[in-house]
């Protein structure tokens, strides 16, 4: 299985990026970022059953959602900051998770290129 992300782009502090994944079958889906020289850190995830999990620097900034008639899940940024700056990448898993793991990449074994967010 593939997974693909993408919107990501270059953008000015305050502005706004969608990403998305395409992504089936999958139990839980989350996104994640890596800046240079940082460990890889988790976003935002979600249940495909339902359950939305963010992390703290990004709540009340950051939407994740999920359209099941395409099996897309999206990564909505607002009020962007130059500390977003980093890889995002989309990842899945298809085995039962506890939501205190939702967040790390660890709990995740497909993961996608990722796409360049880039906030000035």
């Known amino acids: 299985v593939q997974l693909v992300e993408s919107g990501g782009g270059s953008v000015e502090a305050g502005g706004s990026l969608t990403l998305s994944c395409v992504v089936s079958?999958?139990?839980?889906v989350g996104w994640f970022r890596q800046a240079p020289d940082k460990g890889r850190e988790g976003v935002a995830a979600l249940y495909t059953s339902g359950g939305t999990y963010y992390a703290d620097s990004v709540k009340e900034r950051f939407t994740i959602s999920r359209d099941s008639s395409t099996d897309t899940v999206y990564l909505q940024m607002n009020s962007l900051k130059p500390e977003d700056t980093a890889m995002y990448y989309c990842?899945?898993?298809?085995?039962?998770?506890?939501?205190?793991?939702?967040?790390?990449?660890?709990?995740?074994?497909?993961w996608g290129p990722g796409t360049q967010v880039t906030v000035s």
């Open positions: 990842a899945a898993r298809r085995q039962v998770l506890q939501s205190t793991w939702l967040l790390h990449p660890s709990a995740y074994s497909e």
């Open positions: 079958g999958a139990y839980a």
